[in-house]
Nanobody, 124 residues
Framework: QVQLVESGGGLVQPGGSLRLSCVAS????????MTWVRQAPGKWLEWVAS????????YYTDSVKGRFTISRDNAKNTLYLQMNSLKSEDTGVYIC?????????????????WGQGTQVTVSS
């Protein structure tokens, strides 16, 4: 059974940092692209970052470039999102997802499994 379990969210002040983790099981993690998306209160899901199966290529939405880093440890079946210089607009539920169909652009990749999400709140 495919499972994606996120952790690491919490309350942080603007300018602070958090490191999110997503532990995957039930599939060959090392052969799949993985993605982080987020959903702010009352807003649509937003693609945040993606990473190639071996970690050789990464992609980010413009608003987080230079602040967030997506990475993975295939030996541990774990996806990470290091978030630095957090802003209030980064607040939301962060979800990791498994890509099964590549889209015309990274933001249009299709996903077949999603985690439960971990809440990130950036507030003073």
């Amino acid at each position: 059974q495919v499972q994606l379990v996120e952790s690491g969210g919490g309350l942080v002040q603007p300018g602070g940092s958090l490191r999110l983790s997503c532990v995957a099981s039930g599939f060959t993690f090392s052969t799949y692209y993985m993605t982080w998306v987020r959903q702010a209160p009352g807003k649509w899901l937003e693609w945040v970052a993606s990473i190639f199966s071996d970690g050789s290529n990464t992609y980010y939405t413009d608003s987080v470039k230079g602040r967030f880093t997506i990475s993975r440890d295939n030996a541990k079946n774990t996806l990470y999102l290091q978030m630095n210089s957090l802003k209030s607009e980064d607040t939301g539920v962060y979800i990791c997802a498994k890509v099964f169909i590549l889209g015309a652009t990274t933001s249009r990749d299709e996903h077949d499994y999603w985690g439960q999400g971990t809440q990130v709140t950036v507030s003073s």
